[in-house]
């Protein structure tokens, strides 16, 4: 059944996007597979099978929920990361099914051990270490009060890691902040050692810091919008680029979103066309419908600015985006057709619609974008 739209993965793209990252991270780093916000909006069941063939078995998700999707569709023996919320229950069961997941107080840590103890298993843990996001984590008091209490109760945590998070890698405007970040971090992770508690992995790299700062990759990259084809931002890129003389991009994107035209119109000029006065024909127009709106993650912001592709021509979002319609100026194409292909995002003929063109016009983050995709559109996978 084809309901409004599809989204379609493409397994080449994917391969190339890891073999990229594992060439640029080094073998002996780890790379853990962001899949939260439904694996930026390309569906988690269906990328995970792509990922392990591609060799993936970390992944770090933000809600337990997510987590148990990913557990539900691992063929292979993998880790979980929860990097954040889980509920007191979801902590028990975190720990039954060897789900990995972040403290950041004291109050998770006395959790774990509680619930590990009633279960008489290890918890595993990542500490992260509060470095000056003024987000999450622990300060250097509650971490000494951590390093206290696990010593105490050294039979039921495990310290799978040892991490922070950078405030903001992919903007050079944040250089100073991060470089306080990680001397921080480092004071930090001394602390640690000294007490002979040595986490398995340490880790505080995204897919900027990665790039941006190499001696933040550390055991082991969270890696998450690389994976899916894009760059963290412009300035990310064109790091990258400095630095390479083919001045090509390495990455692809893996996401494909298209619809079709369900009703065609022609409109006078003068006419006013969909809600208001926002759009008035200056010519005689053929309109087309296509059957997505901002329910559907096409954001109203787009009105009068959006375009799709159609029949390899690209074209103009008219009046304002609905609830669940699009209304297209398709005067440009021959012909146009009710059921003929529109893309949203992703190729057509020699054309791209690309989510940072998108983004541009709309004034959202790539990752917005991706994250608004709605659960409900079908995804498919496309592997020749
Ligand atoms: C989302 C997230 C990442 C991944 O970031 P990308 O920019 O997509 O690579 C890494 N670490 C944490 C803590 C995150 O929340």
Redesign the pocket.
Known sequence: MFDHSIITLNEESVKNNIKFLRKKLGNTIKISA?V?ANA?GHGIEQIIPIFEKNGIDHY?V?YYSEAIRVYNCITKPSTIMV??YLCDESIRDAILKEIEFFVFNIERLNLAIKYAKELNLKAKIHLEAETGMNRSGLNIEELNMAINIIKENKAFIEISGF?T?LAGA?SVSNHLRIQNQLKKYKKMLTILEVNNLNPTYKHVA???AAIVYPKTKMDLV?????LYGFW?SSEVFIHYLNAHQDKLDPLKRVLRWNSQIMAIKEVKSGEFVGYGISYQAQKNITTALVPIGYSLGYNRSLSNKGYVLIQGCRCSVIGVVNMNMIIIDVSNVNDPKVGDEVVLIGKQADLEIKVSAFSELSDELN?EILAHLPESIIRTVKNQ
Request: hydrophobic letters at 40%; charged letters at 15%; a positive charge.
């Open positions: 962001v939260k930026y770090a933000f990097m954040g991490c998070h992919e995204n897919s900027a969270r890696v998450g919008i690389m963290s990752y």
